[in-house]
């Protein structure tokens, strides 16, 4: 049925609520199309023939131009317009609820960010993206980074370009006022380049509201406390024995096992799937539809389990989004660092602890009785955790442990925001990379594949993603302890393998809020009472590894 | 990018060339777009968790609203209409090539069905269709035909009022002539009721260019030569031994062997999946992403060997489309039936065939080595093909032999079509289809669930789709007969595991030519200067069965 666009003075003798519920139809269409793509992008992963890859390029960009019209429409234009008008001469809260006003905010910024950017520019970040890509993996399979650094180069300029557009339609007012700010104490004038505020735009993607000084608050915190404590383990020059974590571990049994250890922490296989790909991931159709991904490996027993509980935290999110503002924008995610604080907090506060253990260990044991794994058998709870939890340097980011990861993703904020702003040019990122290395884990980068060409972020133009990591694991210990506090003996509910009790807190306090909340920052703040803190996350590594390494 | 559609002005312009290559990127688009809605509906019926049925109807209904717009925009409908013009003006195969001509041909006719249905009456159908199948499965469930007539007797109505549509609109030109005529002899005025021609209009949706009186002459031939064959075999009262195919068959053998035989027959698993699903099926997103499904029962051997190779028959069409006009409609199947015949013509031709177990009986007994099939190795090729070749009147079509298959698609036909066009009632069915199952076959139905109610596709709306499975079994052996003709020694090479010659005959012969031809008939006469005939067909059944229960 073809409804055609209302016009804009019909529109303004509707009532707010008939004009809010002309958004949401559009809204959950633009949602059912996304979903569509979300699947795509997961049976491209997990399922797809290899000669099919043309095939499915056409078919997803066919879907996004498909999809970004539906978010451009005029029609969804004049209906936006129409609720600022009203909200400028009335207060909506009479007539909305606050996850309707919600949906009103997000669907404005979400119209404007896709509207104010040119289709040339558009199309030269996709085109320069997948030349990108392939030069990045060929510079780091040749250790080469002057292959990649062309590139990255251009990904910045493209950026810069992006963030113009957006910065001069409105879409992020704090970067426009540091922008500002920076340009009247330099002096400059109209058509002086000035890159200030960049990065706050570019985190603003990742995560909204998020202000970049605070963000180096926290990140400048944090390397005063976790360089030192690193510094510390490492001097201590000491590992507890893992010998019972050595060998081959049958990756059909991994594979039982981590579908046990999912589905206990309470993963709905009637609303998802697990399978396997190269990089897991956790993706799908829907809310009713999680599809996530693990990697089992025969050598490393700890991959498959810490990979697929990270998998299933964020799972859980999406399962537990809002049924009732199903397909609007307020159930999705309020950010990349609330995501990621939702599957950090069940592998590391809940999988890389005691309680945990207590109750999953056995089942381990169940299932590996091999005699090659004779030593599993004998293990007591207390030295499994030591043991599991072992910190040790190292050069790969995706491979480190809870104390090392900050500083790996701090090092690739501050080269990154340099980069962005124009306080560094391209070519001075490896030297300035290893240095940091060098301050931060004391490790000597001898190669820029094992340094600054590990990730493929920059390739694809994700920068402002990195602090997201971080912030999640800080959101983690943060809403860990609110939870704590709300649930009486959540450590003895968890030693008992009642997952369900801390499944619940989190889908009510953090999964079903969504989008409501204007910042991660706010979410923890109506949580807890305390803004985002360094020190609680710096007390929990501080306090577990002492203990560990007997500092 | 968004490109201004043109106006017919700017349109009469342009050069013949420029207007095809305009239509070339509509239909590569729908083309994407309609390879997304292929891939939802494989994953629906293969990986989808339960809980998100109402989901994926969203996504798919989403996505089906946006395929109709882009299928029935104006822009289409403007580049149709100039096409038109220059084609009445002059002699268009100057300019264009003969898959040229027929992209337009086809794009025409699917413009001009889209656009001829008032979206009130697709609504009416959706919504329709899902009660009744609703309706149908309770009927089947309880034996109750009352339960299911009502909807049936909607489903004829809204299907009448599609072809009146489709009538009017010049969609189908024959059907218009049958009416037509028959409203003259029978005297009508304008306004009376008369649906002559309506079984026409609904054969031509799925068999394109086929002439009902041509399909009731073969039937009628068919069931003068089946219905004696039947009741010889019948008489004989005699069955091989197939001692050799009882018990249990591992399921994890059988797949294996399953994707064994489908990947020597050509199956590309590099544009291609075998998956397991309740009900098999070809499907998928694109002839390089070509899904197909198969299901293995435990105590029968056979179903999951035969269902995987006339799955295999379909694939090999979609992923030998050509790749040429890749995503255009010249490139697909030009007709339900000459799909079927390129699955019929591997399952029974070939995979039914003395040459094929020759080679392939070593492989089955390779396999199954167990105690529990001892009686297996010793058999031989002779004695299992005759066994494999079972005769046996059943109810049930999907349950049928080859023999007596075509009979149960002929009383499905005769009584549909009579059903359409006002010749019988919906309550005539029941008594109408048991009297013909006696006659046919010598069968007594006692139930409906067995009887007219065993099928899902009245429920569904699907009329006139029936014919095309044995249309194919007629097609499959004059293919196969040419193909004899034009490959020296084809058996020797089928006894081989040589497939591929046979498999590279049909890619140029019949998957390559796509929708070239304007019918099933054309193609068959443009490959072996016959048109479609029965005979072949009789001949091939009454020699091969009376070798077998030696009548």
Same mark, same amino acid.
């Given at each position: ?37 979300? %699947?795509?992008?997961?049976?491209? /992963? ?29 029609? %969804? ?5 129409? +609720? ?20 009103? $905010? ?43 650094? @062309? ?24 970067? $426009? ?10 002096? +400059? ?73 999912? &589905? $206990? ?52 999110? &999406? ?9 609007? @924008? ?16 069940? /592998? ?21 009785? &091999? @005699? ?94 990195? @602090? ?16 704590? &506090? ?30 409501? $909340? ?13 803004? %985002? ?9 501080? /306090? ?8």
């Amino acid at each position: 049925m073809t409804v055609l666009a209302k016009t804009t003075s019909e529109l303004s003798s509707e009532s707010v609520r008939s004009l809010y519920d002309q958004l949401v139809v559009k809204a959950k269409e633009i949602s059912h199309l996304q979903g569509i793509s979300g %699947l795509l992008g997961w049976d491209q /992963e997990v399922m797809m023939p290899t000669n099919s890859a043309d095939s499915r390029a056409n078919q997803l960009s066919a879907l996004a131009g498909v999809i970004h019209a539906k978010e451009t429409s005029s029609s %969804l234009g004049s209906i936006l317009e129409e +609720l600022e008008k009203r909200q400028a001469a009335q207060d909506l809260s009479t007539e909305l609820n606050p996850y309707e006003l919600a949906n009103i $905010r997000l669907s404005r910024k979400a119209y404007k960010a896709e509207t104010l950017l040119p289709s040339e520019l558009v199309q030269a970040s996709a085109s320069l993206t997948s030349k990108a890509v392939g030069a990045w993996a060929q510079a780091r399979k040749e250790s080469d980074y002057a292959k990649f650094a @062309p590139y990255l180069e251009q990904q910045i300029t493209l950026l810069r370009q992006k963030v113009g557009h957006h910065m001069k339609g409105g879409v992020c007012e704090e970067a $426009r006022k540091i922008n500002e700010k920076a340009r009247a104490s330099l002096g +400059l004038k109209e058509g002086d380049e000035c890159y200030k505020g960049y990065y706050q735009a570019l985190l603003d993607e990742y995560e909204p509201g998020f202000k970049v000084d605070r963000l180096h608050n926290l990140f400048e915190d944090l390397k005063k406390s976790l360089v030192p404590l690193i510094a510390k383990i490492n001097a201590k020059n000491f590992q507890h024995d893992d010998a019972f974590l050595q060998g081959e571990w049958d990756v059909t049994k991994q594979k039982e096992f981590s579908h046990r250890v999912s &589905e $206990r922490i309470g993963f709905d296989l009637e609303a998802g799937r697990l399978d396997v790909s190269t990089h897991p991931f956790t993706g799908g159709a829907h809310s009713t539809d999680v599809r996530m991904t693990t990697r089992y490996t025969l050598t490393d027993l700890k991959e498959g389990i810490t990979g697929t509980i990270h998998e299933t935290g964020h799972s859980l999110y &999406e399962q537990g989004r809002s049924k009732e503002y199903v397909d609007t @924008p307020v159930s999705a995610a309020l950010s990349l660092g609330v995501h990621e604080s939702q599957s950090l907090l069940w /592998e590391r506060m809940v999988g890389l602890s005691k309680p945990f253990w207590t109750n999953t260990l056995p089942l381990l044991k169940e299932k590996f009785q &091999e @005699p090659s794994h004779e030593a599993l058998q004998s293990v007591t709870v207390d030295h499994f955790f030591n043991a599991w939890n072992r910190v040790e340097p190292g050069f790969i980011r995706v491979e480190a442990d809870e104390v090392t990861y900050g500083l790996h993703v701090v090092l690739r904020y501050e080269i990154e925001k340099a980069l962005v702003e124009g306080d560094i040019t391209v070519a001075e990122v490896p030297g300035l990379w290893n240095a940091k290395m060098k301050e931060y884990l004391g490790l000597e980068v001898t190669e820029d594949r094992l340094g600054c060409l590990q990730d493929t972020h920059w390739a694809v133009g994700l920068i402002g993603y990195f @602090p997201t990591y971080t912030l999640g694991s800080i959101y983690a210990v943060q809403i860990f302890a609110a939870a704590k &506090e709300a649930i009486p003996n959540l450590d003895e509910h968890l030693a008992k393998g009642e997952f369900h009790v801390l499944k619940k807190w989190l889908n009510e306090n953090i999964h079903q809020q969504g989008s409501l $909340r204007e910042s991660g920052d706010d979410l923890i703040f109506g949580l807890t009472g305390q803004h %985002l803190d360094s020190s609680l996350y710096v007390k929990y590594l501080t /306090e577990k590894y002492t203990k560990i390494y007997d500092l």
